[in-house]
């Protein structure tokens, strides 16, 4: 049968004789049935379930990189509080070098202990109005010093190594007066301490 008579089959077909149509023409209706079946099946229940399951197998995947992350923490959960005792040590030490308002005499003497020990004469030494940042308050101290550039390397040296935290910023250095060996310098000090609050 070739195709021209198997669609005028379809003008001779008897629809009260379906037992009595020729092999090919109902191998066609089952492959129509089954592929308008197959497509109302899809789109009328399958569609929404495949969609539902492709969502949930992206979220399967998240959730199994959040497990896998959470068991590598769980697994060295020790080794963080570890860390944690140490990072509070550490902390608590740094702490312990920034001055309370009560030690801020204190540090002065000390710088000023440091410069004459290094041989340097004192013009002036001022505290400036406090800085306060996020975690801390900065408290800029102006020192006004006179003597030898090596008194200098000295005096900012033995700053550097004093028990508090001291910072030294904005140096200038200029003739003490004209025809002599002595310099003057200006420095800002900084000194730090925590917020309470």
Do not use: C
Request: hydrophobic share 40%; charged share 25%; no cysteine.
């Amino acid at each position: 049968m070739d195709i021209k008579e198997f669609f005028e089959s379809f003008n001779n077909l008897d629809p009260e004789n379906i037992g009595g149509w020729p092999l090919p023409i109902k191998l066609f209706i089952w492959i129509v049935a089954f592929l308008v079946a197959g497509f109302l099946v899809y789109h009328l229940m399958l569609s929404d379930t495949l969609k539902q399951l492709d969502t949930v197998q992206a979220k399967e995947s998240t959730l199994m990189q959040e497990y896998e992350d959470k068991a590598f923490k769980a697994s060295n959960l020790d080794a963080y509080k570890e860390q944690m005792k140490e990072m509070e040590n550490t902390f608590g030490a740094l702490l312990r070098q920034l001055p309370s308002d009560t030690e801020v005499p204190g540090l002065l003497e000390d710088i000023s202990h440091t410069g004459l020990t290094a041989g340097l004469n004192f013009n002036s030494i001022e505290l400036a109005p406090e800085n306060s940042r996020e975690f801390y308050v900065e408290l800029p101290i102006d020192i006004e010093v006179k003597g030898g550039f090596h008194a200098f390397g000295a005096f900012v040296s033995a700053v550097a190594s004093l028990p508090r935290i001291v910072t030294l910023h904005d140096f200038t250095i200029t003739p003490a007066q004209e025809n002599t060996h002595e310099l003057v310098m200006k420095i800002r000090a900084k000194t730090y301490r925590y917020k309470e609050n």
